[in-house]
């Protein structure tokens, strides 16, 4: 499969429903709720901002990003240390591009970071997260992939709520993390896009409270305000040597390719970043609405007996079906893959397979996404903020208006039942 497995999905799932064919579309983490009016406001007021800007970002959002991340996440970066990307992609792959080294990925790894470090000519190394666990980092794990790194600086990509597992790894392991990799040579590539999206109960660590000279932190406006077509990515990079190797290499690359992300874009997203009542609130009230989905789904599926890891942040839940391998063999479906192509054509349900996560697709795990179901248009998904906001008891959220949501999981538990 060329390009990213999840775009690609979504490309798929599109052109399936313009032929007329019906999909219930679990296979693209897409926060599809609407744009908040402030947001709107923002963009339209920056609509005359014509002119070219800093390859780095804007001087004022990058105070306010600064601002932003010292104030939510213990950090005391300034504005210097603020880089504004395409996109959180074009920010990683610009870290990886800039530093020396191979890339280790801890598996399973969200589709790009792989290709990340193949198109820079870097050697990828993996090892398994703790599955015993809560797909915690096992330092000794850790260890091993370090040694099997060449000599020198290498680099960990993190994804902290992880993608796409749901889980999240606890601050006590966050902390280990960073000791380990301060003393070994590694600096952390965090991928921090979900990072307010944690579900009750549970909160979110950045290494770089621990690790702060070695640690590049990523994020951006798509996952917790629902603007993964803005392409507003950001990343707080380390002060010193490492910091300024990353900020050169940046500007090389966007200086080259695209010259800045669009201005409009740039001033609209000062307003994100200011941390407002009504922003705060609304990131809260997304995110409660993702935790319910979610949480929905996984008691469902742990009712059908479906192996899954509790979903503690984010979208996603990656369950295995590894119960009923024989089963699934019998029937001609011998991998991940297999799977996902027999939930699309046979029930109507689009998931990635796990191997597209660097996964081992003997485990038969898929992960699914469930940020677009009942909210396929903008439509559908304003009236899903309404019917919260009206009355946010979780069980009638789901009963009253998620229809396609509780019809996948009769074809769910069809299939489970068929392979029995």
């Not at 902390?175 to 979110?204: M, P, Q, W």
């Not at 979780?394 to 068929?418: E, T, W």
């Amino acid at each position: 499969m060329y390009g990213s497995a999840t775009l690609v999905m979504n490309e798929k799932v599109n052109s399936m429903w313009e032929a007329g064919k019906n999909v219930y579309h679990f296979g693209f983490g897409e926060s599809r709720f609407p744009v908040h009016p402030v947001m709107a406001d923002a963009l339209e007021k920056s609509a005359s901002k014509h002119s070219y800007v800093p390859i780095q970002g804007i001087k004022d959002l990058r105070q306010q990003v600064s601002k932003f991340y010292n104030q939510h996440f213990n950090l005391t970066s300034n504005e210097n240390q603020i880089i504004v990307g395409v996109g959180s992609k074009s920010l990683l792959y610009a870290v990886i591009h800039s530093l020396p080294g191979d890339v280790i990925l801890p598996v399973p790894a969200w589709v790009s970071y792989k290709d990340h470090a193949e198109l820079n000519n870097r050697q990828v190394i993996t090892f398994d997260l703790d599955r015993g666990n809560g797909f915690q980092v096992s330092i000794d794990a850790l260890a091993k992939a370090r040694a099997q790194a060449t000599p020198g600086p290498c680099m960990l990509v993190l994804t902290n709520p992880n993608n796409p597992t749901g889980t999240i790894l606890s601050k006590e392991n966050i902390k280990a993390v960073a000791e380990y990799c301060r003393k070994n040579d590694i600096v952390i590539l965090s991928d921090e896009i979900y990072s307010l999206l944690t579900h009750d109960g549970f909160t979110h660590t950045t290494p770089a409270q621990y690790y702060p000279e070695g640690t590049v932190v990523l994020g951006g406006l798509s996952k917790i305000l629902s603007l993964g077509g803005w392409r507003m990515g950001v990343a707080v990079v380390p002060e010193g040597e490492i910091g300024n190797q990353i900020i050169d290499g940046f500007r090389h690359i966007a200086g080259s390719i695209w010259s800045c992300v669009p201005a409009p874009i740039q001033y609209a997203s000062i307003t994100a970043y200011e941390d407002s009542s009504e922003i705060k609130n609304y990131i809260h009230t997304c995110g409660a609405m993702h935790q319910i989905r979610t949480q929905y789904l996984y008691n469902q599926m742990a009712d059908m007996g479906i192996p899954c890891a509790s979903p503690q942040g984010a979208f996603y839940l990656y369950p295995n079906f590894m119960p009923w391998a024989e089963s699934l063999k019998s029937k001609g479906v011998h991998s991940d893959h297999e799977l996902s192509l027999h939930l699309l054509e046979k029930y109507e349900i689009a998931v990635l397979g796990g191997s597209e996560f660097l996964d081992n697709p003997d485990q038969y795990a898929v992960r699914l996404a469930t940020s677009y179901i009942d909210a396929e248009s903008d439509e559908a998904a304003a009236t899903l903020v309404r019917a919260y906001q009206q009355n946010p008891n979780p069980n009638s959220f789901i009963q009253d208006h998620h229809p396609r949501f509780k019809a996948m999981v009769q074809r769910l538990g069809d299939f489970i039942s068929s392979v029995n």
